[in-house]
Each structure stands twice: as structure tokens, then as C-alpha cells.
């Protein structure tokens, strides 16, 4: 089952972060970095990050149409590292990723998640 999910999550992910090269994004100079911001047809953020010498760098967000966050990665020189998360209905998917590479994969149901008072 875990190889399943992982192979879910690469896909997913494989999904969200390929860039269309027929939509140019929005580029901002932000220090040394470059800051990208896709958009859907609808004109919500689509997904939005950083570049730093041509190479994602940092954060990096996507979102639905509706302007619902959907993804949560990190990069460092290109690199995918640390925690990513994957928004899907009612499950939380946590992607550790350790030398670019799949280190772990932990999901949770919107039900089974407990908030202390």
C-alpha cells in the first residue's frame, strides 16, 4: 500500500509542478531570488514560488481554481527537500523527501485529525 501512495504522491506532484510553457507567469525580482506566480484561466493563483539561479528555490504553493491551497513543496538549488503536503477531499498526504528522493510518506483523514482546546 505505501509503495502505492508513494507512487501516487510522485505522480501527483510530477502534476502539479510541471510547468506550461504556453502560460508565462508573473516574475518578480525579490532580493536574489526571483518570485514566480502561475494563474489559472480563471485568473486565482495557480501556484506561485521562487527561482534563484534558474533553479527552484524554497516554497512553493499551488492551488485549485477555487483558491484552495493544494500543495505545499520545498526546493533547494532544484532539489526537492523536507516536508511536502498534498491537499486531496479529506486527506493530508506528508511527503518527506530526503537527497531528492522519497524518504516517507504519512497521510491523514480530515475526521481522524484531533485539535486540544
Known sequence: ????????????????????TAVKPKLEAV?????????HDNGQVKQEGFYK????????????????????????KGEKVGKWFFWNDSVLSEVDYSDNRVASVKNWKENAIVTAD
Open 1 to 20: 500500500m505505501k509503495k502505492y501512495i508513494v507512487i501516487g504522491a510522485m505522480l501527483i506532484s510530477g502534476m502539479i509542478f510541471a510547468q506550461n
Open 31 to 39: 532580493g536574489d531570488l526571483v518570485k514566480a506566480t502561475y494563474v
Open 53 to 76: 539561479n534558474g533553479k527552484l528555490q524554497g516554497q512553493w504553493v499551488s492551488y485549485d481554481v477555487n483558491g484552495n491551497k493544494t500543495a505545499v513543496a520545498e526546493y533547494n
